[in-house]
């Protein structure tokens, strides 16, 4: 390519102003789909995370599990959660790795609080102490978690997010060293992480604050489960030697794990041994942090990306059918240019250039359009985010892939016609091009135009379906009434409320906010519906042997007030609903939906029915009051 | 310098095959100024296609100087012609987006030249046509006249040892035709053999031979400065 050839390609665009702008816009928009999700992919999909040396990490575990399990994890014995327990014990028997840090699986929201200020609702994390210098992550003011301060007689101390530190705190620099409440306890700021670093994983709200795991007994009192050795919810992430064998240690820590596991009659209990065989882990790389992102929103991205692919062939072809049917007019150009010497390569390498350029400046113009396009997606993807550290501006890499994708772009619509011009015969030059009666480029063109209904086609479909979906889930029959419900969340635990208090502060909420004119019904319960999260347990039957560890005993509960499934539109079909009378001293009755009934009492009338959790001697802890119709 | 033997060229449309040369038999000097005359549809553009080597699709034997052109493939023919012939067009064929000096330039870009050379060159014939304050105009901005001018620049300024015009004052008044036609005696008188198709007697007798086609078949060649031959057809 010759800067004549660029100069010649530059005037013929100019020449032509009205096919430019169509094509440019095209361009701009197949391009600019494409670097969009790119941009999406990149920052989600394919980044490091801002620490030392990503490639060196390594995490055990290689599934999205959260938050707090307990039993065998997933069908296949592939164990990504684990206890603080277990994986203490995993961290004994891996010296290959320099330091493995474990970070909570699942992260809170807490109150906090400093001095009389109103309390913020801020994201919080449970991690090691070693888990700053695993990561090679300093402080950018006073100093980060050490292995000191994730012992049992530790003081209490947190560190900042940056960000946390310029919104949450106004970038107080007096914050370090100060004392702050969080849920209700005392902390002390020991310093801020450096900005950019957003922790172990990319999610839409990273934490704020960082806490060592020795802090969980002292926040959560008697329902923590720091020393609850069966109760998974950690996922340990580490920074391997050197020259370590991966697959060698992935065995060796499999078979610590099974050996833990033979240990614990939670795992060998009811025929569990028989299972535990099969347990392991797997150790993927961590230089990307934990992947829940990453897994749940991949699939997606992944077909966006497809989607995105199709529309910009589909921009090549319109294209190249344009510049086929403006080769009619240059074909003089061309027949002149051969007979005057110039060779196939020389005529093929100037429609290139000419179609390169175009795809360039549609690249340009793409970049806007990827920029408007990922903030848009950022912002629809996640509403509620905060400090998403997913940036729509273009990065390097993204401006690298907006080029790659103009210039294999312009090579792609640019074939077709530079194929036909260095196919053409030059001998029409001096019989003069108008004498010409043969259209060759018309078979390209049915072909083309062929290729662009055919993907049409299949993007219509796909769009038909995926509108049809979208409409079935919207409208869905979730089992309960939506209109005119509205959930509001407390905290009574960051408000300083121990145990013995909430009843009280809870009644109190039900009575004022039945009181208030325009509410018909108030019911509380631990988990909103449709929230997307709760409570699983396995059930056991009275009178029903203990169930075995493939045995489908799971299902969800939820924690309600008396007049909650009237709250939400849910009619009691069998029995009766929970009243007045269902207090803490009445013997201990629950509600289970139709499906719960169907499934652990068929053929039977389930209401009067015992069952409970854990152990065979605990299942006759519950009986079932009554039947609810179901909802999800 | 052009040795044709028995050179025959048809078109298939469907089934049927039109011949436009029929054993064609002609041999050209080194410095002649040879015209190709004959009426619509004869047979002199396509001859002349042959003999520019843009066209593959002719039979037969054609020497140019020393080299066998129907035993090579169409790129040798391509570089043959890039090195030794010139074109002129009836219709000037000038690249509108192209100034005067970048269309007398595409010739020699071609060619692989160092660019210092090619705008030497350029200069030059700019300058020996008299066209230096025209070299930034497009062809838009010339007349006719200028245009052919240009076009005549372009097909000379790599010095081809053949020039083919085609028509080169069709579209000219016949002053500027005859300006034209002294031109390419100037050019013939320096050497460079010319080939030119024309429907002029005027313009013919510019050159020294005159041949002529009638539906392909090669019927007369007349030397001007000799005796006339009639040559045997059917």
Redesign the interface.
């Known amino acids: 390519m010759t800067l004549?050839d660029i100069r010649?390609a530059l005037?013929?665009l100019r020449?032509s102003p009205g096919f430019t702008l169509t094509a440019v816009i095209t361009l701009a928009l197949g391009i600019g789909a494409n670097t969009a999700i790119f941009t999406l992919v990149h920052g989600i999909l394919l980044r490091s995370l801002p620490v030392a040396d990503p490639s060196q990490l390594y995490r055990i575990g290689d599934t999205d599990d959260c938050c707090v399990n307990g039993g065998f994890v997933g069908q296949n014995g592939d164990f990504d959660i684990f206890s603080y327990d277990l994986y203490l014990h995993l961290k004994n028997a891996a010296p290959e790795f320099e330091q493995l840090a474990a970070v909570q699986a699942g992260q809170n929201t807490f109150s906090v609080r400093r001095g009389e200020a109103l309390s913020k609702s801020l994201r919080s994390e449970y991690v090691s102490g070693n888990f700053f210098s695993t990561l090679g992550i300093g402080p950018y003011a006073g100093r980060v978690l050490g292995e000191s301060d994730d012992a049992p007689a530790a003081a209490p101390v947190t560190v900042l997010s940056y960000s946390a530190w310029q919104h949450e705190f106004a970038a107080d620099p007096a914050i370090v060293g100060a004392t702050i409440s969080i849920q209700a306890r005392p902390f002390t700021v020991i310093g801020i992480a450096p900005p950019g670093f957003f922790g172990d994983r990319v999610t839409d709200r990273p934490p704020d604050f960082w806490m060592p795991l020795s802090s969980e007994p002292y926040v959560n009192g008697d329902s923590a489960i720091l020393h609850h050795a069966d109760s998974n919810w950690l996922y340990p992430i580490g920074r391997v030697r050197p020259g370590t064998n991966i697959a060698a240690l992935q065995t060796r820590l499999s078979a610590a794990l099974r050996q833990w596991l033979s240990t614990r009659p939670m795992y060998t209990d009811n025929g569990g041994s028989a299972v535990i065989p099969k347990q392991h882990v797997v150790i993927v790389p961590g230089g990307g942090g934990i992947q829940n992102l990453q897994q749940e929103a991949g699939q997606g991205l992944k077909m966006l990306m497809i989607l995105s692919t199709v529309v910009l062939l589909i921009a090549c072809a319109n294209i190249a059918n344009l510049l086929l049917a403006r080769g009619t007019a240059r074909r003089?150009?061309i027949a002149?240019?051969?007979?005057?010497?110039?060779?196939r390569r020389?005529v093929i390498r100037q429609i290139i250039t000419e179609s390169v350029l175009l795809s360039c400046i549609g690249g340009l113009a793409g970049l806007a359009v990827a920029y408007g396009g990922s903030r848009t997606i950022l912002a629809l993807a996640f509403p509620d985010a905060r400090n998403l550290p997913v940036d729509a501006s273009p990065s390097l890499a993204v401006l690298g892939f907006a080029f790659l994708a103009s210039l294999v772009t312009g090579v792609l619509f640019g074939i077709a016609p530079a194929w036909m011009a260095s196919h053409a015969?030059?001998?029409e030059?001096?019989?003069?091009v108008n004498r010409s009666t043969r259209d060759r480029s018309s078979l390209p063109q049915k072909a083309l135009v062929v290729f662009q209904a055919a993907l049409s086609l299949v993007l219509l479909a796909g769009a038909i379906l995926m509108t049809k979906s979208l409409g079935k889930l919207e409208h869905q029959d979730f089992g309960i009434a939506t209109t005119n419900r509205y959930v509001l969340h407390f905290d009574p635990a960051g408000a300083g409320y121990t145990i013995d208090r909430v009843p009280a502060l809870y009644r109190e909420i039900e009575d004022r906010f039945s009181a208030l004119p325009g509410v018909s019904s108030v019911g509380m319960a631990l988990y909103s519906p449709l929230e997307g999260d709760n409570w699983g347990e396995c059930v056991i039957q009275q009178g029903y042997p203990a169930p075995g560890p493939d045995s489908k005993c799971g299902s969800t509960w939820d924690r309600v007030s008396t007049h909650f499934l009237d709250a939400i539109g849910v009619p009691i079909v069998r029995g009766r609903g929970f009243t007045e009378q269902d207090t803490q001293t009445a013997p201990q009755v629950v509600l289970v939906n139709e499906t719960f009934a169907k499934k652990f009492f068929p053929n039977q009338d389930a209401v009067g029915k015992h069952f409970g959790i854990d152990e065979t001697k605990y299942s006759g802890s519950f009986e079932i009051a009554g039947v609810f119709s179901t909802l999800k | 310098m052009i040795e044709l033997k028995n050179i025959e060229r048809s078109y298939k449309t469907g089934y049927t095959e039109t011949w436009v040369l029929r054993r064609i038999g002609l041999t050209i000097k080194e410095g002649e100024f040879v015209t190709v005359m004959g009426p619509s549809g004869a047979g002199k553009s396509s001859l002349l296609n042959v003999l520019a080597l843009l066209d593959d699709g002719w039979l037969g034997e054609y020497w140019l100087g020393e080299k066998p052109a129907h035993k090579l493939n169409r790129k040798q023919r391509a570089d043959l012609a890039r090195q030794r012939i010139g074109m002129v067009f009836q219709s000037y064929h000038l690249l509108d987006d192209l100034t005067v000096a970048e269309n007398i330039d595409l010739p020699l870009s071609y060619k692989s030249l160092p660019a210092k050379d090619r705008q030497g060159m350029v200069a030059d014939i700019l300058d020996r046509f008299k066209i230096v304050a025209k070299k930034d105009l497009f062809p838009s901005q010339l007349s006719g006249g200028q245009q052919q001018l240009v076009g005549i620049a372009r097909a000379v300024v790599h010095a081809p040892a053949l020039l083919l015009a085609d028509e080169p004052t069709g579209n000219l008044h016949s002053t500027q035709a005859r300006e034209i036609m002294e031109l390419f005696c100037e050019l013939n008188r320096q050497g460079t053999t010319i080939v030119q198709v024309t429907h002029s007697l005027e313009n013919a007798r510019y050159g020294s031979r005159i041949v002529e086609l009638h539906d392909g078949w090669l019927t007369r060649d007349e030397n001007l400065h000799a005796h006339s031959t009639e040559v045997g057809a059917k």
């Open positions: 004549q010649y005037r013929q020449k003089a150009d002149v240019r051969m007979a005057l010497g110039a060779g020389i015969q030059p001998a030059a001096l019989r003069g």
